[in-house]
């Protein structure tokens, strides 16, 4: 018989009320840490890469984007292990500790011009660091929400980290919009770049503050006191992530175009409006901000229809619907803000259908003593292979007058996330174990 750890008393209502919260401020302060590397990448990578070829020194930027990703796996591992056995609390405010370090060391990294070569090495450092930081961020946070949230209302509660992730986004985009409205663009190459990773660095001392205030989750809790406290081996953690391996493969299958399409349509967009049909760059963040507003008031919609009609059947309106507009949404796509608004608010929409449900499916699918690990490998390798490098295949595939074929492989991807969620069975209402 299957425990359940759900039983241990319940924390007062304002005291989860404000961990909620300490959670997704914290997050979103992450998010807005790692995207403002994509946001602002071609201001600085001719700082880091000198080329005569713009295209080649943005590619490299790219290529230690991809490779923050990279480390993600790795970081899912090492903060998933932190998360079940020190707590979730902990892991999630070292997770933000690291991020804050890694946006201040960018900030501060001297260039090409300085120190050769090195300028390179720093920057890399520094992304690998915040790649290890934002594969352990995911998997605790879910976790940590959907132990948290009342069964009835896990689906609304565990959707909650994308409104982080909307808000770090926004805030980005959105700094974007002012330093590029502010400043010249041979400003912006010189020292604008460094403004948001300075102010990342320290958002990042008040999320740290905030996490140390939180509870520990209850359930998690209740585990290790049935456990006796005892710390399992890495053996012993080996076999039962061999004895779940088909809720990690479903983990890696629903997530897989979710992240890609994430990349494309929520953060890589704007750039590429503004590169491939000349839109004003400030103009195409204008739109993509208001784009990705559309995110934020559909995540808890999709959150709330995940608890009323189960998880698979709002999994699907994404999957389904994204292999079929994935090609119409590229053609709408054009030199005009407003087009650019309108393709990003449709795919808004259909990524909420995707993003709400994730935190309380893959709490559902997996036991409570190895639960952050294996959301947080799963999740974390999945962004990583598949969301990392996304930017630059997008990037290449366009040089090459073929970006055809990175939307193809958009919809292939969306299908088999519809064929994992037509075979993985429905978890709306079931007990955490």
């Keep these: 018989m299957t425990q359940s750890y759900e039983t241990a008393p319940p924390r007062a209502r304002g005291r989860k009320g404000k961990d909620?919260?300490?959670?997704?401020?914290?997050?979103?302060?992450?998010?807005?840490?790692?995207?403002?590397?994509?946001i602002f990448a071609p201001f600085f990578a001719a700082q880091f890469f000198v080329s005569e070829d713009p295209i080649s020194s943005l590619l490299s930027t790219l290529a230690v984007f991809a490779v923050g990703f990279l480390m993600r796996p790795?970081?899912?591992?090492?903060?998933?292990?932190?998360?079940?056995?020190?707590?979730?609390?902990?892991s999630l405010t070292l997770a933000i500790l690291l991020a804050a370090v890694g946006s201040l060391a960018i900030a501060v990294a001297?260039?090409?011009?300085?120190?050769?070569?090195?300028?390179?090495?720093?920057?890399?450092?520094?992304?690998?660091?915040q790649g290890l930081s934002h594969g352990g961020e995911t998997g605790s946070a879910f976790t940590y929400l959907a132990e948290m949230a009342p069964k009835e209302k896990r689906g609304l509660w565990?959707?909650?980290?994308?409104?982080?992730?909307?808000?770090?986004?926004?805030?980005?985009?959105?700094?974007?919009?002012?330093?590029?409205?502010?400043?010249?663009?041979?400003?912006?190459?010189?020292?604008g770049w460094r403004i948001p990773f300075a102010v990342g660095a320290v958002l990042g001392l008040y999320a740290i503050y905030i996490r140390r205030t939180m509870s520990e989750s209850d359930v998690h809790t209740a585990a290790k006191e049935a456990a006796g406290g005892e710390r399992p081996t890495l053996s012993a953690v080996l076999a039962e992530l061999g004895r779940e391996r088909a809720a990690l493969l479903r983990i890696v299958g629903l997530t897989i175009s979710g992240v890609v399409a994430f990349y494309t349509w929520f953060i890589f967009a704007p750039g590429y409006a503004a590169r491939e049909f000349g839109m004003d760059p400030n103009a195409s963040l204008v739109a993509g901000l208001l784009g990705q507003s559309v995110f934020l008031l559909a995540v808890p919609v999709m959150g709330r229809l995940s608890d009323k009609w189960g998880r698979r059947p709002v999994l699907m309106v994404f999957?389904?619907?994204?292999?079929?507009?994935?090609?119409?949404?590229?053609?709408?796509?054009?030199?005009?803000?407003?087009?650019?608004?309108?393709?990003m608010a449709i795919g808004s929409v259909l990524l909420a259908a995707n993003c709400a449900p994730?935190?309380?499916?893959?709490?559902?699918?997996?036991?409570?003593?190895?639960?952050?690990?294996?959301?947080?490998i799963g999740y974390a390798t999945s962004g990583a292979i598949f969301g990392g490098t996304a930017p630059y295949l997008n990037t290449w595939l366009s040089s090459q007058s073929i970006h055809w074929i990175f939307v193809a492989y958009m919809v292939v991807l969306c299908l088999i996330s519809a064929l994992v969620i037509i075979k993985m069975p429905e978890t709306k209402g079931t007990e955490l174990r």
């Design 358 to 376: 994730l935190g309380a499916v893959f709490s559902e699918l997996v036991p409570t003593r190895l639960r952050a690990t294996i959301i947080g």
């Design 158 to 191: 565990s959707s909650t980290p994308w409104l982080g992730v909307a808000a770090g986004t926004m805030l980005a985009t959105g700094l974007g919009v002012l330093l590029t409205a502010l400043f010249t663009a041979d400003q912006m190459a010189d020292f």
């Design 20 to 38: 909620l919260l300490a959670v997704n401020i914290g997050n979103a302060l992450e998010w807005f840490d790692w995207n403002i590397y994509a």
């Design 74 to 90: 790795v970081g899912g591992w090492v903060f998933g292990r932190i998360a079940d056995e020190r707590g979730r609390r902990f």
């Design 319 to 343: 999957a389904a619907g994204f292999a079929l507009m994935a090609f119409p949404l590229e053609g709408m796509l054009s030199g005009n803000p407003l087009a650019l608004f309108g393709t």
């Design 110 to 129: 001297p260039t090409f011009e300085s120190v050769g070569a090195f300028a390179a090495v720093i920057l890399l450092l520094a992304r690998i660091l």
